[in-house]
């Protein structure tokens, strides 16, 4: 399994290379590659019952020699009629010489192609071939696998049956017990039947068996990376005072959730061991106030705190809100960010470094390696999706085992929430804090625009701000998308008193923050932008949130963008235009303008889009599946995460019989799949 591929019949150097490109080096890479879809070329038909955009198999004879037409420069088509019992079509290829010499009258194939036609007369376009008999690539169910330049389907098809022969037997890798007891098929049938399938049936079987090994050994995988963090032992934080005096300095009561999740925070705390939590909590759900909290505790230990935030506005607003909340108590917060002077900086670092400085909060910059800590004893991460496992980790090397909290605002399931932060406990608030109104939702169609452009109009006027959210940057041929710029030009004309600002991904990091900070401080009255917003700051008087092609974007999304609204004690509007869409797309907006609950808006996102880029973007850690897929799989994603803990908490990986499953998580956790 471990032998190149190069010296794989048909591969050689060259192709080797090329395979290279796609991740695969060894035969077991390979075998580990999995086609994408499949083409169903089982059945065979007459020439008689082929219809037009029908794809078919059909067996013929050839009836005639190839015809060679030359239509334009680097443009020639070669034609040839073939024939079967029940009746005669012309087969079609472009550019390619070779038909001349191989289909000659009287030789006898299998073409595998789509049906056209050209004046009136049925024709089969560019069919794939092999002489009757064969059955390399006719005549069953055919794999299609992702490519890279330097390789065809057939290069890949036919290594892949090489390897099968020459490979053997492959050693089973999960124990009888586990086969049993999820009634799985063995590798060997499944390795065969996953490339190679000989039914529908059989394909599904070894689907899911491959699908659940690959969620059993990422998850045995995060519950090892769990385990040795259980294992590291933590600064035990036994002083509670002064929760009273923090208290008074609290604007609003604590919800129940909240206390909860401080009372989870406060045991880990106390146990000894050093804490890894992921407090994952809705928009606006008070997430900060309890980070701050743990913070206070800690500087009542004598330890100094790190909050890290993935923007510099982010960081700053956090930097106020906690100087407002440690207000006469004791607790010294500096900022730390890029834009700072080397002098600003440079004072901000001897404070941290001489323990003056008891919560530092920053971006990356707070982890740059001329900033020392003098006794660093909490680590917060705001925006959890932002930092993957290694920045953690980066981030505890400043001290040593310090207590880690995460914060994540994206609400996920609980089954998905474990794959994502498997290595995390896992703490949930789950209720908005008192006074707090829900986002008026509508959806509606372009007939209503004028309205919404004259009710945007009248509440800017009455001093409020908006959000207009674009899809597009720019124009694109074709494209049905509002763009933002067309969209800040309109906005420009409609409303000429007042400021329009533009904020999208193209914009450099600056351009983006001085937008921004204009849109804060009230200068700015309508910002056009794209998602780019979605993990924002804090704009309490923004009360209008518009989402031009709202169809486009996924419930969690749309969940996320409304959320950077009503921030404030007014009520805030959320306005989908939604232009066009079938059932499906009419249920979603139905679930935004009846919700407000992002854990069952995330649910029905599941259940309504299915397979997909869930989250709108691929920065949220997801770890990158072979054959899994995270969305359609849940059945059996919780198969599998009840044997993961089967096995963890029995200790079954160090039996013999497991030995062959603690190599293929051992593989996991040395690739690294599990810190991305």
């Not at 059909?58 to 015809?67: G, I, L, N, P």
């Not at 003056?356 to 971006?363: H, R, S």
């Not at 998602?531 to 419930?555: H, K, Q, W, Y």
Request: proline share 3%; charged share 25%.
């Amino acid at each position: 399994m471990d032998r190149s591929i190069q010296y794989i019949k048909g591969v050689g150097a060259v192709r080797a290379a090329a395979f290279a490109k796609l991740g695969i080096k060894t035969l077991e890479d390979l075998l580990y590659f999995f086609p994408r879809t499949y083409e169903d070329r089982s059945e065979m038909k007459t020439i008689d019952s082929c219809l037009i955009n029908e794809t078919v198999c059909v067996r013929v004879t050839v009836s005639s020699a190839v015809r060679e037409t030359r239509i334009r420069r680097n443009m020639v088509i070669y034609t040839a009629y073939v024939s079967d019992d029940t009746g005669m079509i012309q087969a079609v290829w472009y550019n390619n010489k070779y038909i001349k010499n191989v289909f000659v009258p009287g030789a006898k194939f299998v073409l595998y192609g789509k049906i056209g036609s050209a004046r009136g007369k049925l024709q089969i376009e560019n069919p794939i071939y092999e002489r009757a008999g064969e059955h390399k690539y006719t005549g069953k169910i055919v794999p299609i696998y992702p490519l890279t330049g330097g390789l065809v389907q057939k290069n890949i098809q036919s290594a892949m049956a090489e390897t099968l022969v020459e490979v053997g037997e492959i050693e089973e890798c999960l124990p009888q017990e586990i086969l049993s007891e999820y009634k799985l098929r063995d590798i060997n049938y499944c390795m065969k039947n996953i490339h190679f399938p000989e039914s529908r049936d059989a394909y599904n079987s070894a689907r899911r068996r491959f699908v659940f090994e690959e969620l059993l050994a990422l998850q045995l995988a995060l519950f090892y990376q769990k385990h040795r963090n259980v294992k590291n032992s933590g600064y035990v934080f036994d002083n509670f005072s002064g929760g009273e005096e923090l208290k008074k300095n609290i604007p609003y009561k604590l919800t129940k959730a909240q206390k909860r999740v401080i009372a989870d925070i406060v045991g880990d705390f106390k146990s000894g061991r050093q804490m890894n939590r992921l407090i994952q909590g809705d928009v606006g759900s008070g997430k900060t106030i309890v980070a701050a909290c743990a913070a206070f505790i800690a500087a009542k230990n004598g330890y100094q705190s790190i909050m890290m935030a993935p923007t510099e506005i982010l960081a700053s607003q956090h930097a106020e809100e906690l100087k407002k909340t440690f207000s006469g108590l004791g607790v010294n917060v500096v900022l730390l960010v890029g834009s700072m002077s080397q002098k600003e900086k440079s004072f901000v670092r001897d404070q941290v470094q001489s323990g003056l400085a008891d919560v530092v909060v920053g971006t990356h910059a707070v982890i740059q390696d001329s900033v020392i800590y003098n006794n660093l004893g909490l680590v917060i991460a705001d925006e959890q999706h932002r930092f993957g496992v290694n920045q953690r980790a980066k981030l505890c090397a400043k001290g040593n085992n310090p207590h880690m909290l995460v914060m994540s605002a994206t609400p996920i399931p609980r089954t998905l929430a474990l794959i994502l932060y498997g290595d995390l406990d896992i703490s949930v608030i789950d209720e908005l804090p008192p006074g707090r109104k829900p986002v008026k939702t509508y959806a509606v169609g372009e007939s209503m625009r004028k309205r919404v452009y004259k009710f945007i109009g009248k509440s800017v006027e009455e001093g409020r701000q908006a959000y207009v959210v674009c899809p597009l940057i720019e124009e694109t041929e074709g494209a049905d998308l509002q763009n933002t710029r067309e969209r800040f030009e309109e906005l420009k004309r409609l409303f000429p008193d007042f400021e329009i600002g533009i904020m999208h991904g193209r914009m450099k990091g600056s351009e983006k923050e001085a937008v921004m900070e204009r849109f804060l401080s009230g200068e700015v009255s309508i910002l056009v932008c794209t998602t780019v917003i979605e993990v924002g700051v804090n704009v309490p008087n923004a009360g209008i949130m518009v989402i031009e092609n709202a169809e486009r974007f996924g419930l969690s999304q749309l969940h996320q963008l409304r959320g950077r609204v009503g921030r404030g004690c007014d009520q805030a509007y959320c306005i989908l235009f939604c232009l066009g869409g079938g059932e499906i797309t009419k249920k979603r907006m139905e679930t935004m303008c009846s919700s407000n609950d992002g854990f069952y808006i995330s649910e029905q996102d599941l259940s309504l889009r299915g397979p997909g880029d869930f989250f709108g973007t691929r920065q949220h850690g997801l770890p990158d599946m072979k054959i899994a897929n995270l969305f359609s799989d849940t059945d059996i994603l919780k198969l599998a995460q009840t044997a993961a803990r089967h096995i963890s908490d029995n200790g079954l990986l160090d039996t013999p019989e497991y030995a062959p499953l603690k190599k293929r998580v051992e593989k996991v956790i040395n690739r690294a799949e599990i810190l991305n």
